[in-house]
């Protein structure tokens, strides 16, 4: 399974673009690249998933350079309810499973 | 609209009794997935089933068991419960890889606090 690592925390300003990068060099050809959203006391909520070059949906844009070895979530105009954890997860099937495996993930603060 | 439901949000048990966690999903997903969550320590995977009757091991299963008699149903058992096992217990199901959407969808949680 591959390894990710993010940024601890980090803080915005309301309508700024917010840009969360993820390593995981050790990602493996059949690897996906996913991004979950946490707010207090709810469970994690699923904002994107791509594999390669770039994904956009209503809600956030999500760029894998072609090596793969990293991807970035970019959040356009955060608001103040955009304060979340940011979780970047790299999962691949294994047998006939496969485990969605979160690291500590990245909280973001914004601020009015 | 989909939905993982979790029996309990909150929850006071004893030390050493036996505890019942449960979830159902009305998705029809093969895959349901236990985790805990603790402050400064994000989720962690405790066990996972892709099928009925089948189950893997997370990284922290130990103190866990957990039962699939049916693919609506997967449950998390605290054999004997302890301190230390007090924690936000989150339950999730998804559909397999390689299907259309491998999103996956989470109840609410159980706070469990064990005295």
């Known amino acids: 399974l591959a390894k990710t690592t993010q940024p601890i925390s980090m803080d915005s300003y309301e309508g700024q673009e917010v840009n969360i990068t993820c390593s995981h060099n050790n990602i493996a050809t059949n690897d996906y690249i996913t991004w979950y959203q946490q707010f207090p006391s709810q469970g994690p909520r699923f904002i994107i998933q791509g594999y390669k070059t770039k994904v956009t949906n209503e809600v956030a844009s999500l760029f894998i350079p072609a090596d793969r070895k990293s991807s970035t979530l970019s959040l356009p105009r955060v608001s103040l309810s955009d304060t979340a954890v940011y979780y970047c997860l790299a999962f691949s099937e294994e047998d006939s499973s496969y485990k969605l495996i979160f690291g500590s993930g990245t909280r973001l603060l914004v601020r009015p | 609209d989909v939905k993982v439901t979790q029996s309990s949000r909150y929850l006071v048990k004893r030390t050493g009794e036996k505890v019942f966690l449960e979830c159902v999903q009305d998705m029809d997903h093969e895959n349901m997935f236990w985790y805990r969550q603790d402050p400064g320590l994000g989720l962690r995977l405790i066990y996972f089933?892709?099928?009925?009757?089948?189950?893997e091991k997370g990284d922290i299963p130990e103190g866990y068991s957990v039962s699939r008699e049916k693919k609506e149903r997967f449950s998390l058992i605290l054999e004997s419960a302890s301190t230390n096992q007090t924690s936000m217990y989150l339950c999730?199901?998804?559909?397999?890889?390689?299907?259309?959407?491998?999103?996956?969808?989470f109840g609410q949680g159980t706070r469990l606090t064990v005295v």
């Open positions: 089933s892709y099928d009925v009757k089948m189950k």
């Open positions: 999730a199901s998804s559909l397999p890889l390689g299907t259309a959407n491998t999103e996956a969808f």
